[in-house]
């Protein structure tokens, strides 16, 4: 049965947006995560938060990818506790883009450029956006790289030249260090190759196919040769038509 199935059926038999976590003596358990942009979340959201979780008996855990889980809840409670939320489910499909971690840049005295904005802009572009397989963004403002943005499959890092484009980072089963693609960027351009790698790896990778998985069967070279190709003629494009 293809991987794709196995996630319809499993989806199919759970609540909408809960991740099934326990079994235990045939009493099920699952997870929701509400969207918390670029990690920043107003006092009142938390609170909101909050109260849903004791409501509901939940646990309440700081993830890594920058949210609030609710752990530990029923299936029969998930619908409730999202209405009564009023926030968009973190993550909309494994078949997406899972989420973008931004770091606090501008208000940290190490960010070389502040990256805030650019990482806003990408997780309202790339929220939920339909790929081969989980993806992760990753944006920071110094090559630090807090939130361990060379563990994502795209990321972006400043510098005091600009901003860097790395991808098919990976945690997990299978460690990978990310590969740079370009360096000595705007603001505008980083977003554009983005845009570009999103685009490339959409519609030349195999489903159930990882970013960095992907690059190493067509090699480095060539997906650094593609997709700067295509970044050119983009950027001269856009130039073209001001
Ligand atoms: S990556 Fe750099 S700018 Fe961002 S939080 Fe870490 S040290 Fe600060």
């Known amino acids: ?123 309202k572009r790339f929220y939920g956006a339909p790929t081969p397989n989980r993806t992760k963004i990753g944006v920071a403002g110094c090559r630090n790289a807090c939130g361990s943005v060379h563990a994502k499959d795209i990321g972006v890092l400043a510098d005091e030249e600009g901003f860097i484009v790395v991808v098919g980072g990976s945690a997990g089963f299978h460690p990978r260090l990310s590969d740079e693609i370009a360096r000595r960027l705007t603001e505008e351009q980083a977003y554009i190759l983005v845009e570009v790698i999103y685009d490339y790896y959409c519609k030349e990778a195999e489903m159930g196919e990882k970013l960095g998985i992907f690059i190493d069967k067509i090699s480095i070279e060539k997906f650094k040769e593609d997709v700067m190709t295509i970044f050119d003629e983009r950027v001269n494009g856009r130039e073209m038509n001001e």
């Open 1 to 123: 049965m293809s991987r794709e199935k196995v996630g319809e059926i499993l989806e199919m038999n759970n609540p909408k947006h809960a991740v099934l976590q326990k079994i235990k003596n045939g009493r099920k358990t699952y997870g929701i995560t509400p969207r918390i942009p670029g990690g920043f979340i107003t006092p009142d959201q938390l609170i909101k938060i909050a109260q849903v979780a004791k409501k509901y008996k939940g646990t309440m855990k700081l993830t890594s990818g920058q949210r609030v889980a609710i752990l530990g809840v029923k299936g029969e409670d998930v619908e409730k506790m999202w209405q009564e939320l009023d926030m968009e489910p973190g993550v909309l499909s494994s078949y997406s883009v899972k989420n973008v971690e931004v770091c606090p840049a501008g208000f940290c005295k190490r960010s070389r450029q502040n990256s805030l904005p650019l990482g806003m802009k990408l997780e």
